[in-house]
């Protein structure tokens, strides 16, 4: 059965499990995301001090999520690059430049984001 099909005859609930495990995978053992949920539990707790409204909270846990996905993003580019060839190729530095280059990007949108919101709840 080629790959395509096995795709195609897979259950909801085993979509959910690869999922599920794709997150866990992405997770272990990558200390830039293990930086990035650190600082999301910590952005977690000074909201719940500062009671926030609901758009505050929607917010910040949109920034949150979006810190994360694009982490998650780029260790998946980093994997397949790993796979592809363990050699150096400069087309294989420069996509995960980039994909390094968003993860940045959202996180500088996440902290003046999170700086505007908190400041706001705080004063």
Not at 7 to 34: P, V
Not at 79 to 93: E, N, S, W
Request: aromatic content about 6%; proline content about 1%.
């Amino acid at each position: 059965m080629d790959h395509q099909a096995l795709q195609e005859t897979r259950s909801w609930l085993q979509k959910f499990r690869n999922a599920f495990r794709g997150i866990a995978i992405g997770a272990r053992g990558q200390s830039s995301f293990l930086a990035h949920a650190f600082c999301a539990v910590a952005v977690i707790v000074v909201a719940a001090l500062a009671n926030l409204l609901a758009w505050q909270w929607c917010t910040l846990l949109l920034c949150i999520v979006i810190v994360l996905v694009a982490e998650m993003l780029n260790t998946a580019l980093e994997t397949m690059a790993k796979a592809v060839d363990t050699g150096y190729h400069p087309q294989l530095r420069d996509a995960l430049d980039i994909a390094s280059g968003a993860v940045l990007l959202a996180a500088i949108g996440a902290i003046v984001v999170g700086g505007v919101v908190m400041g706001d709840a705080l004063l």
